[in-house]
Structure formats: C-alpha cells, structure tokens
C-alpha cells in the first residue's frame, strides 16, 4: 500500500523517481507525486496514474539531483491532488512521503494547530512532516534527531523517506512495519531507497533492508549511517539482490497478469527445484530445519494469511490433515489477531503471504510469537518483514509478482505446501512409500499439465466472450476444489469488477440455488476425484433451474460435458494436487472476461498488492 521511492546521486533524479514509480505503482495507484530539489525545494503531484503525473509536468520539472517520489493507495483522505504526496512542513524546508498509517494523529494534528500549524490535505503524513518540523525547531537538533524523537512518540507503521532543502547531500528514512530497501550504487555516492527492490534492481544489486524502528542518515559523502529508536548506531547489512530485471517487465505480454499466468509452468517448476526429487524419495525445504522437529512434534498447525495467500491455506489445510494426520486450522490473519485465539505450546503457525508484508498477517504472528508458537513464513518476497520476522520458513521463488491478482504466487504457495505436507508426512509415517512416490511423481508432472492448460488459452476467450456482460457469476467447487472454487470467484470478482461467489458445491441449496435461473453463469469445477458422483448432482441441481454450466472436467470425461453448456477439459492428476492444474483455466477466464470489460487487469480499482494497513 503506497510505494515510495528516492534517488540520491549525480543523475537526473526525476527520470529515476518517475521510471521507480511506475515499477511500484501496483502498490497504490490513487495520485503520484515527486519532490526534487535543484534551488528550491519543489513538488509536483497528481490524483491519478504516474502517466498522469509525468503528462501534466512534462518539461516543467527541474534537473535536481536528489529526490523523492511516491504512489498512493489512499486512507487518510479521497485522492485528490491535494492530498497526494509528497507533503511539504509548514516552512516548505522538508518533504515527506510516507507508507503507512499513523495512528495518534489526530491528537498530534490538534497540538500543532494550537502552536499555529496550518494543513493543506487531510492526510496523516502531512501532520507526520509537521511534527518532525516542530520538533527540530523546539529542540534545535539535527534532522535525523528529531525524526528519532518523532518516532519515539508516533503510534502506527510507516516508512518515510525526508528530504530537506538545506542539505540536498542527503535523505533521511525510518521504517516500521512498512518495508523499505535502500540500494548502494557503483560509485558509492550513488543511493536509491524504496519499498521493494524492483525500482533498485536495474541500477545495483547491493541492498540493505532497513529494520523496524531504525533511522538511516543516507549521505553522499557518509553513505550510510542507522541508528536505532534508541540512538544506538546499527551496522548495515549488505544483501546481494537475487532478482533480474527481465523479471519485473512485461516481455512481450499486453499485461503483467498474463505474463505471470504463463509463467506458472517455470514459476512451479523454480519452486520444486532440488526440494522434491520422487526418484530419491526426497521432499526438503532447506529453510525449515531448527524447527522441523517442531512441526512433526506439533498437536496443531494454525494458518494464518489474508486473500489468495488465505485459500492456499485452505488447500494446505485439507492436505496436510489427509496425509500428516496433524489438526489444522486456517485463519483470517485480520480476525485471528483481534480474537484473542488460544495457542498453546507445540502449536506451529504457518504464515503464508506473497508480499510478505501484509500487515494483519504480520501482526498475528507477532501475536503468536508472544504467546509462544513457533512461527514458519511462506512468501514470496524474499527479505520481506514476514520473511524476517518469522522463526524459519520456506521461499516460493515465484518471482516478481506485478499483477495486482495473484496467479503464479499462488500456485507457488501450493507447492511450497505440498512439499512441506510430504516431508512432514514422511517424517512422521502417515503415508506409504507407494503414496509418497505416486504424489511426488504427480507433483513433478505438474508443470506440463499447466502447459497443456494455458494450450487452452483461446478456447477459454471464446466461452469468456458469452459471458462477459453478465452481472453475477457463481463457482462450486467440492474438497479439494473448493478452495478453487473460492480463489476463481475472488480472481473474477477483482479483476473485473462482476459479483462472483464461491462456494462449496453442496451448500448452494442452503441459499445460493435461490439466485439460479437462465442468467446466471455458474462454474463448477468437477474434476473426476472421489467428490465427483456428489458433484454431479449438484451440476443437475444447477441446470435443473436452467443455470449455465460452465463446467472444468478431466481430460475424456463423457459424462458431464453431456449435461453442460461448456467444459474446460484439464489433464488428470491426484485429486490431493488437482488445485495446481484447476485454478489455471479459472483465472484465464477472470482475465479475458476482465480484459473484454475494458478493464486494466494489473491494476484494477481500489485495490493494492502490498497491504500494509490493516
Ligand atoms: C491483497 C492482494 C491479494 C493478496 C492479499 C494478501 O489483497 O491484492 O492478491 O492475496 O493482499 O497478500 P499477501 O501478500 O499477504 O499474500
């Protein structure tokens, strides 16, 4: 939520801010806005796109060396220009962008009006900036000093990134719970801050991660100096990016979504790599070892992740019950943190998270740290917070995922769980050799049959064309597909804005059958697997009152193409890891329907990819 960047350097700054910007818009893209200093301290901002921002200023911006930018995912105030950043402090010395929420203030916001402070937006990080100002006034001390101070006395999460028009040789950045990467340049004078290493990576593969609660003075003379909350000087660590920038463009594709949709067969693949061998009957995450003997000891598992990390888990927990025998339980991060939830000592808490910074899923690890589980982290982003902030855990080497709607992250995150379900089924001998040899073969095959998936490409934009204007879409999906069920409901309903419902196929007559008629589009993912004869009585509840079937089968299934107005035939696999193979047609169908709307898929409304506001 909200992507800030900065330069530091000899080089244009704009032009770096503005291509940064565009790298991070899928963060937020309610406004963009840049602050560059040449002589002045000057801002530029927008409501809208970064396109827009450059086409309004284009030409008008100065040659500044140093600058910060930011795109926003509003919450303090509409988007509006007024309210975009970055936001000046009273005497237009400093600049602010800021990602994340401060929650006291309001009450901070009073005590400067009473001291004469004057704001222009609505925003908390206007009132952030201000109270830095004052602080620097009152205790006459250095920019960095009162940003400590301010920081000891503001509630919430942010990363800010300061820029001050008496010292245009250096930036001041804070971070806590908002993520923020700072990148040395070749010269060593040269720096780049951002939330995430995308803006960074074409320029330098050094990085280091700025921790909670800590201030970097980044200086083109100094490099760079941290302190902690404290004042106490931190040693940065210097981390060697593993991204390439290939990965982070579109390559030939008209949408990031797509792109990363047939990326899936190598994204898959990328993540078994060396982790899941049949033929050695070898099932390893190398990133959980201290803690494995917790996992097999353990009397629960608990889930926790927000969105399409959250039906992962649901997958994961029918798995990992199924062969491990260990009770699982699946949470809302969001709820699970505000329920005081019992976790007792040997429970593990499995985090799942693409970003790896979502902050509801964040805060109930915390939780549950402080109550003494032992806590594994399965993102994508590697460095993320939840990377950091959890005991041990497993990468999904998706890569970059830009697309708002997550696809590859997704089938990643599965993987990652089946081999996680195998080795522990292993360890723990609730499964067969026979089994964990039919389920690792299966597993290994997996990237073909999305392959043969994604072969269906044109056949899926041609059922999408019929139903692209509907209004609401229902998807039924039973066990394993169920969780499907629900994820292309989600895909759908994101992307191009239709009301759509997943549910598990049997409840629909507790309610959803009320909404059948000739209208109504339902997608029933009935692959042949133990649930299929129920599932077909659900299809011939569904055309019973003239619903429109749209129906994803196995590959030769006679039967129900026979009762259905379409099918999607995918190959056959294990019904434990059909998810792999089914979601895929699931989420062609969101993106062509999606696209024939006029809808921008990568970035669709009101909706960011990092949400690091709870
Ligand atoms: C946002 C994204 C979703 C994502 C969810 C959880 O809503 O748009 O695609 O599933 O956050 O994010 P996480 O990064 O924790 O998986």
Same mark, same amino acid.
């Given at each position: 939520?909200?992507?800030?960047?900065?330069?530091?350097?000899?080089?244009?700054?704009?032009?770096?801010?503005?291509?940064?910007?565009?790298?991070?818009?899928?963060?937020?893209?309610?406004?963009?806005?840049?602050?560059?200093?040449?002589?002045?301290?000057?801002?530029?901002?927008?409501?809208?796109?970064?396109?827009?921002?450059?086409?309004?200023?284009?030409?008008?911006?100065?040659?500044?060396?140093?600058?910060?930018?930011?795109?926003?995912?509003?919450?303090?105030?509409?988007?509006?220009?007024?309210?975009?950043?970055?936001?000046?402090?009273?005497?237009?010395?400093?600049?602010?962008?800021?990602?994340?929420?401060?929650?006291?203030?309001?009450?901070?916001?009073?005590?400067?009006? $009473?001291?004469?402070?004057?704001?222009?937006?609505?925003?908390?990080?206007?009132?952030?900036?201000?109270?830095?100002?004052?602080?620097?006034?009152?205790?006459?001390?250095?920019?960095?000093?009162?940003?400590?101070?301010?920081?000891?006395?503001?509630?919430?999460?942010?990363?800010?990134?300061?820029?001050?028009?008496?010292?245009?040789?250096?930036?001041?950045?804070?971070?806590?719970?908002?993520?923020?990467?700072?990148?040395?340049?070749?010269?060593?004078?040269?720096?780049?801050?951002?939330?995430?290493?995308?803006?960074?990576?074409?320029?330098?593969?050094?990085?280091?991660?700025?921790?909670?609660?800590?201030?970097?003075?980044?200086?083109?003379?100094?490099?760079?100096?941290?302190?902690?909350?404290?004042?106490?000087?931190?040693?940065?660590?210097?981390?060697?990016?593993?991204?390439?920038?290939?990965?982070?463009?579109?390559?030939?594709?008209?949408?990031?979504?797509?792109?990363?949709?047939?990326?899936?067969?190598?994204?898959?693949?990328?993540?078994?790599?060396?982790?899941?061998?049949?033929?050695?009957?070898?099932?390893?995450?190398?990133?959980?070892?201290?803690?494995?003997?917790?996992?097999?000891?353990?009397?629960?598992?608990?889930?926790?992740?927000?969105?399409?990390?959250?039906?992962?888990?649901?997958?994961?927990?029918?798995?990992?019950?199924?062969?491990?025998?260990?009770?699982?339980?699946?949470?809302?991060?969001?709820?699970?943190?505000?329920?005081?939830?019992?976790?007792?000592?040997?429970?593990?808490?499995?985090?799942?998270?693409?970003?790896?910074?979502?902050?509801?899923?964040?805060?109930?690890?915390?939780?549950?740290?402080?109550?003494?589980?032992?806590?594994?982290?399965?993102?994508?982003?590697?460095?993320?917070?939840?990377?950091?902030?959890?005991?041990?855990?497993?990468?999904?080497?998706?890569?970059?995922?830009?697309?708002?709607?997550?696809?590859?992250?997704?089938?990643?995150?599965?993987?990652?769980?089946?081999?996680?379900?195998?080795?522990?089924?292993?360890?723990?001998?609730?499964?067969?050799?026979?089994?964990?040899?039919?389920?690792?073969? $299966?597993?290994?095959?997996?990237?073909?049959?999305?392959?043969?998936?994604?072969?269906?490409?044109?056949?899926?934009?041609?059922?999408?064309?019929?139903?692209?204007?509907?209004?609401?879409?229902?998807?039924?999906?039973?066990?394993?597909?169920?969780?499907?069920?629900?994820?292309?409901?989600?895909?759908?309903?994101?992307?191009?804005?239709?009301?759509?419902?997943?549910?598990?196929?049997?409840?629909?007559?507790?309610?959803?059958?009320?909404?059948?008629?000739?209208?109504?589009?339902?997608?029933?993912?009935?692959?042949?697997?133990?649930?299929?004869?129920?599932?077909?009585?659900?299809?011939?509840?569904?055309?019973?009152?003239?619903?429109?079937?749209?129906?994803?089968?196995?590959?030769?299934?006679?039967?129900?193409?026979?009762?259905?107005?379409?099918?999607?035939?995918?190959?056959?696999?294990?019904?434990?890891?059909?998810?792999?193979?089914?979601?895929?047609?699931?989420?062609?169908?969101?993106?062509?329907?999606?696209?024939?709307?006029?809808?921008?898929?990568?970035?669709?409304?009101?909706?960011?990819?990092?949400?690091?506001?709870?």
């Amino acid at each position: 939520m909200c992507g800030i960047v900065a330069y530091l350097g000899e080089n244009n700054a704009y032009d770096v801010l503005i291509k940064g910007l565009k790298r991070l818009e899928y963060r937020g893209y309610d406004s963009a806005g840049i602050a560059l200093i040449d002589k002045d301290l000057s801002i530029f901002k927008k409501q809208g796109k970064v396109n827009d921002l450059e086409t309004t200023f284009s030409g008008k911006t100065p040659h500044g060396k140093v600058g910060i930018g930011h795109t926003r995912w509003a919450t303090h105030g509409e988007p509006n220009d007024v309210n975009a950043h970055p936001h000046y402090s009273s005497d237009k010395n400093l600049a602010i962008i800021h990602n994340g929420i401060i929650e006291n203030y309001d009450s901070i916001k009073k005590e400067l009006q $009473q001291k004469g402070h004057q704001f222009l937006s609505e925003t908390d990080s206007e009132v952030f900036i201000h109270f830095i100002e004052d602080i620097q006034k009152n205790n006459k001390c250095s920019l960095d000093e009162a940003v400590r101070i301010a920081l000891t006395k503001v509630v919430g999460a942010y990363a800010i990134v300061i820029l001050s028009k008496d010292n245009p040789d250096q930036l001041i950045a804070a971070r806590k719970g908002s993520p923020l990467v700072i990148g040395i340049g070749a010269e060593n004078n040269e720096f780049f801050l951002a939330s995430d290493a995308t803006p960074i990576v074409e320029y330098t593969k050094n990085v280091v991660y700025l921790n909670d609660e800590e201030v970097a003075i980044i200086d083109k003379t100094t490099g760079i100096n941290i302190k902690n909350i404290e004042a106490i000087e931190q040693s940065p660590y210097v981390h060697t990016l593993d991204m390439e920038l290939e990965a982070i463009e579109k390559g030939g594709f008209d949408y990031f979504m797509l792109k990363e949709i047939f990326e899936q067969p190598r994204s898959v693949a990328d993540c078994m790599r060396g982790r899941l061998i049949s033929e050695k009957e070898h099932a390893l995450l190398g990133g959980i070892r201290k803690h494995f003997n917790d996992l097999v000891e353990a009397k629960r598992i608990i889930i926790v992740a927000c969105g399409t990390s959250w039906h992962a888990g649901l997958v994961a927990e029918y798995v990992i019950e199924e062969f491990t025998r260990t009770p699982v339980e699946v949470e809302y991060a969001s709820e699970f943190r505000y329920r005081n939830p019992i976790i007792n000592k040997g429970d593990v808490v499995l985090a799942i998270s693409q970003s790896g910074e979502t902050a509801d899923t964040l805060a109930a690890i915390e939780l549950a740290k402080n109550k003494g589980a032992i806590i594994l982290g399965i993102c994508n982003v590697v460095g993320s917070s939840i990377a950091r902030a959890s005991h041990e855990g497993a990468y999904t080497h998706a890569g970059p995922e830009i697309g708002v709607a997550s696809t590859k992250a997704f089938t990643a995150q599965l993987t990652v769980l089946y081999i996680l379900a195998l080795m522990l089924a292993k360890e723990k001998n609730t499964i067969t050799k026979n089994q964990f040899l039919e389920l690792s073969r $299966q597993m290994e095959s997996i990237p073909d049959k999305i392959k043969q998936v994604l072969d269906l490409n044109d056949e899926i934009e041609k059922i999408s064309t019929l139903y692209k204007d509907v209004r609401n879409f229902l998807y039924l999906g039973r066990g394993y597909n169920f969780p499907v069920a629900l994820e292309g409901a989600l895909k759908l309903k994101e992307i191009s804005y239709i009301h759509a419902e997943g549910y598990p196929a049997a409840e629909m007559k507790h309610g959803p059958i009320a909404l059948i008629d000739k209208e109504m589009p339902v997608v029933v993912i009935a692959t042949r697997d133990s649930s299929y004869d129920k599932i077909i009585s659900n299809i011939q509840e569904v055309k019973a009152r003239q619903g429109k079937v749209i129906a994803v089968v196995t590959k030769g299934d006679a039967l129900i193409p026979s009762m259905v107005d379409h099918v999607i035939e995918v190959p056959p696999t294990h019904e434990a890891i059909m998810p792999l193979v089914s979601s895929i047609p699931l989420q062609l169908l969101s993106y062509h329907i999606a696209i024939m709307r006029g809808c921008n898929v990568d970035q669709p409304r009101n909706l960011a990819k990092s949400v690091t506001v709870e």
